[in-house]
């Protein structure tokens, strides 16, 4: 089976606010153009692949609040395929009960954080709370533990390092690190090897192609790319392209005598049973 980890649905501008957009914009790069979402596109898209998580997203610091009834309502209607993700904002007081709505009454099955964006350190005992919630309602959490184009951001609390407390805080929580936690993917490979309840999910690396190769080679060395979940990051790349990336990812050092990640390898990992390793 085919899974997406990792997509997004928003109303623009109505979900994400205009600095947001205005950051995505002045970022190099085709991928941050156009951010915005038509559902029926995003179906299409998710024809690719057999199941795809959809993930809410709330984080008022950089303007980004995607009701989770929205995402609810959208998975809702494509129930066979689609798995909903909410989100909560660590800055809300009620985050906790927030969780429990989306989960109990919502029927959202994940849960999606983003410290960098949410401006709360992944160590903030306002983040810790919703950490131990999902782990009581034993529901994975993707986590963005990266960079980001946004502008008035903290990349010092953005660094995978700082999930390693969490990881042994909550040791039956399901965690995945969004986009190999670039640009610390070293950091997010040595994480996820001692630590067996986190994974990475490979998103939206692919357009940066030294980095990507890079990332898979060490994650190939580390002998962990088995922990590795596909993931497209829509509408920043689609399924179907990144499926297409990682089967062209040794096209660059063809000729050469640099590593080559095995195409079983690379098959393997399009075909990662991710519900299964995140109890969905
Ligand atoms: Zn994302």
Redesign the pocket.
């Known amino acids: 089976m085919i899974i997406d980890v990792?997509t997004?649905v928003w109303e623009t501008p109505c979900h994400i606010g205009e600095s947001f957009l205005a950051d995505a914009r002045q970022t190099a790069g085709e991928a941050y153009k156009d951010i915005s979402v038509d559902l029926e596109k995003h179906w299409e898209a998710m024809q690719a692949v057999d199941k795809a998580v959809v993930l809410g997203f709330r984080a008022r610091h950089v303007g980004v609040l995607v009701p989770n009834e929205y995402v609810a309502e959208y998975v809702g209607k494509h129930a066979e395929k689609l798995i909903g993700f909410c989100s909560v904002d660590p800055q809300d007081p009620d985050a906790v009960e927030q969780l429990d709505h989306c989960v109990q009454d919502l029927g959202l099955r994940g849960l999606k954080m983003g410290p960098i964006y949410q401006n709360v350190a992944p160590t903030d005992s306002r983040f810790r709370r919703i950490l131990h919630r999902a782990e009581e309602l034993r529901i994975p959490t993707l986590i963005?533990q990266g960079t980001t184009f946004c502008t008035n951001v903290s990349l010092e609390i953005a660094n995978p390092i700082q999930l390693q407390p969490l990881a042994l805080e909550f040791p039956r929580l399901k965690m995945v690190i969004?986009h190999l936690g670039h640009p610390w993917v070293n950091e997010t490979l040595v994480l996820i090897r001692k630590n067996r309840n986190v994974f990475a999910d490979i998103s939206a690396l692919y357009y940066r192609p030294w980095q990507f190769y890079n990332a898979l080679v060490s994650a190939m060395e580390y002998g962990v790319l088995d922990r590795l979940l596909l993931g497209s990051?829509y509408p920043f790349t689609t399924p179907a392209s990144t499926i297409d990336a990682l089967r062209a990812v040794n096209r660059m050092v063809e000729g050469t005598h640099l590593p080559h990640i095995p195409e079983a390898k690379i098959e393997a990992l399009i075909a990662r049973d991710t519900l299964d390793l995140l109890g969905l």
Do not use: N, T
């Open positions: 990792h997004h963005h969004a990051d």
